[in-house]
């Protein structure tokens, strides 16, 4: 019919056009894309579209529906798949990096897929099958999972936070590797783990019982995550201390740095480690590496992992909020007792209001000199430490006024919302904050010695950029304060 050729051909013309956004559209079994990479989709459905050796690295299909299609051959690497529901066929298809926050997979099978380190957050799995698929470092925070079968799939290095477990099988071995969640998967409802081939399936209480008998083997082979993952279960933190000393100790040896990424990430995540014990992995690392035998690739290979292993370990372990401060300020280089004065102040700010923070200073010898603090923690402490700063420095309430704002009209749109409580902590931060300078304003000093300072004129710029939690609204991840702005 020429009618729906031409139909058709300006479809496809439409689809082709670089950098389109097509906007609730319905495309059937007649669509035939050969390339899907970097192009948007909103609102749109998909229905037995079938989608063989597509290219789809880096496309968008944000609140769409693909119902009864087939993905096979295809890489949808770095896909964003937001709000998206799939009832699909994936064959041999890469989904790594991927972005799958608030989806639903549901009545699929996968056979032969990759989700590495794909992202899961709110996201519903359900009765899904997976087939020779893997998941190794992916991150499922928030999710369901329910009526799955993950027996024929690898879990090494994946992360579960927060996530619920109804009638799951998960896999005998690799469910030993994850680096975050075990104990969780242990305590969901009706879980059961098998072999890959399906002859050895037991429940949750059998499962325990024998991997209790296996750390013997696991400590002769060297499968530090798991002893580690057994240890941490059984309470013996002294010994999954031990364990992954041992485990960065091999690693080290035999220059294995993937084992050396994930135990240092397991040892943060799971927060039960003293700061002195993380610093003591981190010096392991250090100790144990002969950097002069180490190939140049090798070398390169461990530079990275040990800058990793120091963020994760030291300078900001992956469960807390992070925020880099820039003062960029009008002290000359050899003016050291105005820049000593200067530190002293933000670290007496710092002290009283984010006292768990792990902090560093940089001062970065420009013309003139530029100050950067890195600190790690709570998102409720962070924010009140930055507005504190800069305050007293500039003695403006321009920045608390506008996070106030903020946090209003976030607690507006949570308001029937259960994850709410960072906000409503961040509110009361923020009043108690704003009601000390408010009485300082008026004359009462009371003990805010810091707040009731009078300022200064030796910066330029104050600005921040915010490694932040997924509850926090996006216009607080940076912020910047010129003097301009002063009042």
Same mark, same amino acid.
């Given at each position: ?5 031409v139909?058709?051909t300006?479809?496809?013309?439409q689809f082709?056009?670089h950098d389109?956004?097509q906007?609730g559209?319905v495309?059937?079994? #007649? ?6 990479? *970097?192009k948007?989709?909103?609102d ?5 579209t079938?989608?063989s +050796?597509?290219r =789809?690295c880096?496309?968008?299909?944000e ?6 299609c087939?993905?096979?051959?295809s890489n ?7 709000d998206?529901?799939? !009832? ?17 997979l549901c009545n699929s099978q996968?056979?032969?897929c990759?989700?590495?380190?794909a992202?899961f957050?709110?996201t ?6 997976? $087939?020779?698929? #893997?998941?190794?470092?992916?991150i499922f925070?928030?999710?369901?999972l %329910?009526?799955?079968?993950l027996?024929k799939?690898?879990l090494?290095?994946a992360?579960?936070s927060? =996530?619920?477990?109804?009638k ?6 690799s469910t030993l590797?994850i680096?975050?969640g075990?104990s969780? $998967?242990?305590s969901g409802?009706?879980?059961y783990?098998s072999t890959s081939d399906?002859?050895?399936?037991i429940n949750q209480t059998?499962?325990i019982?024998e991997?209790?008998l ?9 499968d530090?995550?798991? @002893? ?7 309470? %013996?933190?002294?010994k999954?201390y ?19 990424k994930?135990?240092c990430?397991?040892?943060s @995540?799971? +927060?039960?480690?003293?700061?002195q014990?993380? &610093?003591n992995f981190?010096?392991t690392i %250090? ?5 002069h035998?180490?190939?140049y690739?090798?070398y390169? *290979?461990?530079?990275?992992e040990?800058d990793?292993a120091k963020?994760?370990?030291?300078d900001k ?9 820039s003062?960029q300020?009008t002290?000359?280089q050899?003016?050291y007792?105005?820049?000593?004065e200067?530190i ?6 710092i002290?009283e209001t984010s006292?768990n ?7 970065r ?5 530029e100050?950067?603090?890195?600190a =790690?923690?709570a998102?409720? =402490?962070?924010l ?5 700063i800069?305050?007293?420095l500039?003695k ?5 006024e506008r996070?106030?704002?903020?946090i209003? /009209?976030?607690k ?6 259960t994850?709410?409580?960072?906000i409503?902590?961040?509110y /009361?931060q923020?009043e108690n904050?704003? #009601?000390?300078?408010?009485n300082?304003?008026?004359? /009462? &000093?009371? *003990? &805010?010695e810091?707040?009731a300072?009078?300022?200064t004129?030796e910066?330029?710029?104050?600005s !921040?950029?915010l490694s ?5 609204p996006q216009?607080?991840?940076? !912020?910047?304060?010129?003097?301009k702005d002063?009042?």
């Amino acid at each position: 019919d020429l009618g729906q050729y031409v139909q058709l051909t300006l479809m496809l013309y439409q689809f082709t056009k670089h950098d389109s956004c097509q906007k609730g559209i319905v495309y059937g079994a #007649e669509f035939l894309p050969n390339s899907l990479q *970097n192009k948007h989709f909103i609102d749109c459905t998909f229905d037995k579209t079938n989608f063989s +050796g597509v290219r =789809a690295c880096n496309v968008s299909l944000e609140n769409c529906i693909l119902k009864q299609c087939v993905i096979a051959n295809s890489n949808f690497k770095f896909s964003d798949l937001t709000d998206t529901k799939l !009832y699909i066929m994936g064959m041999a298809s890469s989904f790594d990096s991927s972005d799958f926050s608030n989806a639903t997979l549901c009545n699929s099978q996968f056979e032969g897929c990759s989700f590495s380190e794909a992202y899961f957050f709110n996201t519903q799995l359900l009765n899904t099958r997976f $087939i020779h698929s #893997e998941f190794e470092g992916a991150i499922f925070k928030r999710t369901y999972l %329910e009526d799955l079968d993950l027996s024929k799939t690898t879990l090494d290095f994946a992360e579960f936070s927060q =996530a619920g477990f109804n009638k799951v099988v998960f896999p005998y071995w690799s469910t030993l590797h994850i680096t975050k969640g075990f104990s969780d $998967i242990l305590s969901g409802n009706d879980i059961y783990f098998s072999t890959s081939d399906g002859t050895h399936c037991i429940n949750q209480t059998q499962y325990i019982e024998e991997i209790r008998l296996l750390i013997p083997y696991f400590s002769d082979v060297g499968d530090f995550l798991a @002893l580690t993952n057994i240890f941490i279960l059984e309470g %013996e933190i002294k010994k999954a201390y031990n364990s992954i000393i041992r485990g960065l100790k091999d690693a080290a040896k035999y220059s294995h740095f993937k084992l050396l990424k994930y135990l240092c990430r397991m040892a943060s @995540l799971v +927060g039960l480690f003293s700061k002195q014990e993380l &610093h003591n992995f981190y010096n392991t690392i %250090e100790e144990n590496f002969l950097i002069h035998s180490l190939s140049y690739n090798e070398y390169k *290979n461990y530079l990275q992992e040990l800058d990793s292993a120091k963020r994760m370990l030291i300078d900001k372990p992956p469960e807390r909020d992070s925020i880099s401060i820039s003062i960029q300020t009008t002290i000359p280089q050899d003016d050291y007792k105005r820049l000593s004065e200067t530190i002293r102040i933000i670290d007496a700010i710092i002290l009283e209001t984010s006292p768990n923070a792990i902090c560093h200073f940089e001062i970065r010898h420009n013309s003139p000199i530029e100050l950067v603090i890195q600190a =790690a923690d709570a998102i409720i =402490a962070l924010l009140p430490m930055f507005a504190t700063i800069e305050y007293v420095l500039n003695k403006s309430t321009t920045y608390i006024e506008r996070l106030q704002k903020i946090i209003i /009209n976030q607690k507006q749109l949570k308001k029937n919302k259960t994850d709410n409580a960072t906000i409503e902590q961040l509110y /009361n931060q923020v009043e108690n904050l704003k #009601e000390k300078i408010d009485n300082i304003q008026k004359g /009462n &000093h009371g *003990n &805010h010695e810091l707040l009731a300072l009078p300022g200064t004129d030796e910066y330029n710029r104050i600005s !921040y950029t915010l490694s932040n939690s997924y509850d926090i609204p996006q216009s607080l991840r940076t !912020y910047r304060t010129e003097k301009k702005d002063k009042i």
